[in-house]
């Protein structure tokens, strides 16, 4: 991978959650990049820690969480390189919407319900926009007709409305158009189409594909949902426990897993196209981040487990040109999966 | 098990009044057989669950009747209600909200049994306590019987509430979205054990999902539903339903579900609705509800009569669509008044 149009460099990064319990190792020694024109999604079950790695490339993680270690490079569009673990509070507040932009979760709670839509993009103008807050008035209602039209929604009802008149893909889709106001280099996506229904997700999904042809910045998925990371992604990085344990191409990812993990993932979610298949699901459940297993942290579940995985976290490993995985056995799962590789739907159903 | 089929005739629930009057699910019929899967397919404020939970007994309808064994239930007497509260159990859909949290697995399960008088002694209920949390795929039992809530995963938690409605031995589960809470790698897992249940002990299934996938995966040797806005608009075999949708609306469905593939689900082909919002139950369109979105729609034709459920039927498939029904070769389902409607637009 050249460096050059790299935006976003994390390196070994650790980010724990103080409780009652104990300290919780929500991100355990994450590294990765991301280039200024591409997609990459984070998929993983709750608890794997991809919100949290979310939150922390805009600095906003909860009070009780620390970045223990590691460092985020990101590279504005004045080609300077900003470390944001070391960022004052002001800093920051310029960084956040105007380099990196982030889409929360629960959109759908996310915004005032006394504001109307268009003083959210006056507010949002207002913390994170230029000093001399060039961005307001006309300049700034021509800027948010502009985003508005981005993501197919009708401005001249949009604006004026309250979040309560929309529904919830129309104040999904405003968040993403918030997300888009200072013109980010990196928009971050948290479970974008969770809790919509189908025929809203499609359109969500086809506004972040539109967005992705036509204009030129980087895009952080963090998502359950393989099906969204199939759509719109063009890395993949599996978590689990913390931790990336595979990243590579979506086509790697997808038609040449080699991590365990992933290949669980695959199998156990069902596909409309094609016949009835065989799935199963991971035995046993995702870990107490608090008490984690020992060695590699998804051996309790695994069937390649062995005594070398229950001693030694496996480190990652380059498995093909541009794909790593975490794993002590990831030549016999490869095997595995090339063996049966006729029965994978995709592949299959698809190139046949 | 016994063998005795539930038939929703026409039923319909309504909420609020007058003008403000929402018709949550209008003119629904199916029947349930014994052994049967039925799943029920549909966005969130289609109907589904209020469905489900009138064929539960849990809410009468407005209109309509549920009848089992040919008997509508409100009317059934004292002994034979109660043998239909036991006949038909509901899993609910979040098992942080279902399980009492005060109570242990053993008491949450000894409850039913010693309430309807299923168990004789105190060795039989511990064997039969033993067996069901096997019969879940809670193993080794021991391992969760002193267990309370809390101390369980959400996929061991509903594996609970399956276990608790399967106590009374029911003859039909309404599983209401039983797997959407639960983590995606445990979720197939849950799946597969209610389809053993199916298998092996021969339970029918109202099985009310979102997630056309999981319906397909659930129910391939059962039927689907899919409803719209309060109504049923097609019904019929899974396998068919999945390969040849009829209703422009399950083709939609089908057409927008992302799939987690990246080829396959990258190069579908799409379907192109006319309005990306659900209409409001509050101001439902004129004859057929999805005519605003439809791309099949045809003025006149569609926005006149509401199409009845069974415009299209085809040995048992059923779907709600006149443009269907035309280009089936089933014209004579269309009224006179919606022809005569699409003519006069047509010249005019």
Redesign the interface.
């Given at each position: 991978m050249e460096g050059r149009d790299e935006v976003l460099s994390v390196r070994d990064l650790e980010i724990a959650y103080a409780t009652g319990r104990g300290l919780v190792r929500a991100v355990r020694g994450v590294s990765f990049d991301v280039r200024d024109d591409e997609s990459l999604a984070f998929i993983g079950?709750?608890g794997s820690g991809k919100t949290t790695l979310g939150l922390s490339l805009v600095r906003l993680l909860p009070q009780n969480a620390s970045i223990a270690r590691g460092e985020i490079v990101f590279r504005t569009a004045s080609e300077e390189a900003l470390d944001l673990t070391t960022l004052d509070d002001e800093a920051l507040r310029r960084f956040r919407w105007r380099e990196c932009a982030m889409v929360f979760q629960s959109a759908l709670n996310a915004l005032n319900p006394v504001m109307r839509i268009r003083d959210h993009f006056a507010d949002t103008a207002k913390d994170h926009g230029e000093t001399n807050g060039s961005l307001k008035g006309r300049a700034l209602t021509e800027r948010a007709t502009e985003c508005l039209q981005m993501v197919q929604l009708d401005p001249d009802r949009v604006l004026k409305a309250f979040p309560h008149e929309l529904?919830g893909?129309?104040r999904q889709r405003v968040m993403i158009a918030l997300g888009l106001l200072l013109n980010p280099r990196v928009l971050i996506l948290d479970e974008p189409t969770t809790a919509l229904?189908?025929?809203?997700?499609?359109?969500i999904?086809e506004v972040l594909r539109t967005l992705k042809d036509e204009h030129r910045f980087a895009m952080i998925f963090v998502s359950?949902?393989?099906?969204?990371a199939?759509?719109l992604a063009d890395r993949v990085a599996t978590t689990y426990a913390g931790r990336i344990v595979e990243l590579g191409d979506?086509?790697q990812v997808?038609?040449q897993p080699r991590h365990p993990y992933t290949v669980?993932?695959?199998?156990?979610?069902?596909?409309?196209?094609g016949e009835?298949?065989e799935?199963?699901?991971?035995?046993g459940?995702?870990p107490d981040l608090i008490e984690l297993p020992s060695g590699c942290k998804f051996h309790p579940r695994c069937p390649y487990a062995t005594e070398k995985c229950r001693e030694e976290d496996p480190p990652m490993t380059e498995v093909a040109a541009g794909q790593t995985a975490a794993c002590w056995h990831w030549e016999k799962v490869a095997s595995d999966w090339e063996a049966r590789g006729g029965e994978r739907?995709?592949r299959d159903?698809?190139?046949a | 098990m016994g063998g005795t089929p539930i038939e929703l005739e026409h039923v319909s629930r309504f909420y609020g009044s007058g003008n403000k009057q929402v018709r949550a699910v209008d003119d629904v019929s199916f029947t349930i057989r014994p052994g049967e899967t039925l799943c029920l397919v549909g966005?969130?404020g289609c109907g589904k669950s209020t469905t489900g939970r009138m064929m539960a007994g849990l809410l009468e309808p407005s209109e309509g009747r549920v009848l089992y064994g040919g008997t509508e239930v409100g009317s059934l007497p004292e002994e034979e209600r109660k043998s239909f509260r036991r006949a038909v159990q509901i899993i609910h859909q979040d098992p942080y909200a279902s399980l009492n949290p005060i109570r242990s697995v053993t008491q949450i399960l000894s409850a039913p049994l010693q309430r309807h008088k299923l168990v004789k002694s105190r060795t039989e209920l511990k064997t039969r306590l033993r067996k069901l949390l096997e019969t879940v795929g809670l193993t080794p039992p021991e391992d969760f019987l002193k267990k309370h809530p809390h101390q369980l995963?959400g996929?061991?938690r509903q594996r609970v509430s399956v276990a608790r409605a399967l106590t009374v031995n029911p003859e039909v589960i309404v599983a209401d979205e039983p797997v959407s809470m639960v983590?995606?790698?445990?979720?197939?897992?849950?799946?597969?054990m209610l389809l053993g249940l199916q298998q092996d002990l021969g339970v029918a299934f109202l099985f009310i999902t979102?997630d056309?996938?999981?319906a397909?995966?659930f129910s391939?040797e059962g039927r689907i539903g899919v409803m719209y806005l309060g109504r049923m608009v097609e019904l019929g075999s899974t396998q068919r339903l999945?390969r040849e949708p009829v209703h422009p609306y399950t083709r939609?469905?089908?057409s927008?579900?992302?799939?987690?593939?990246?080829?396959?689900?990258?190069?579908k082909q799409?379907l192109r609705?006319r309005s990306?919002?659900?209409p409001s139950l509050l101001n439902l369109p004129t004859g057929c509800p999805f005519h605003p979105r439809c791309p099949m729609y045809e003025e006149g034709l569609c926005d006149t009569d509401r199409p009845a459920e069974d415009a299209v039927s085809l040995g048992g498939h059923l779907a709600a669509c006149y443009v269907a029904a035309r280009e089936l070769g089933q014209e004579d389902r269309i009224p006179e008044s919606s022809k005569k409607a699409r003519d006069m637009r047509k010249t005019a």
């Open positions: 079950e709750s529904s893909g129309m229904d189908v025929l809203t997700q499609r359109a999904i359950h949902d393989l099906s969204l199939a759509e979506v086509e997808f038609y669980g993932l695959l199998d156990a979610v069902p596909t409309l196209a009835q298949q799935l199963s699901s991971i035995p459940s995702p739907h995709g159903a698809h190139r | 966005e969130s995963s996929g061991q983590d995606v790698s445990l979720r197939i897992g849950l799946l597969n979102h056309l996938a999981v397909k995966h391939w999945v939609a469905l089908i927008a579900l992302p799939e987690a593939d990246p080829e396959l689900t990258r190069n799409r609705l990306p919002d659900i």
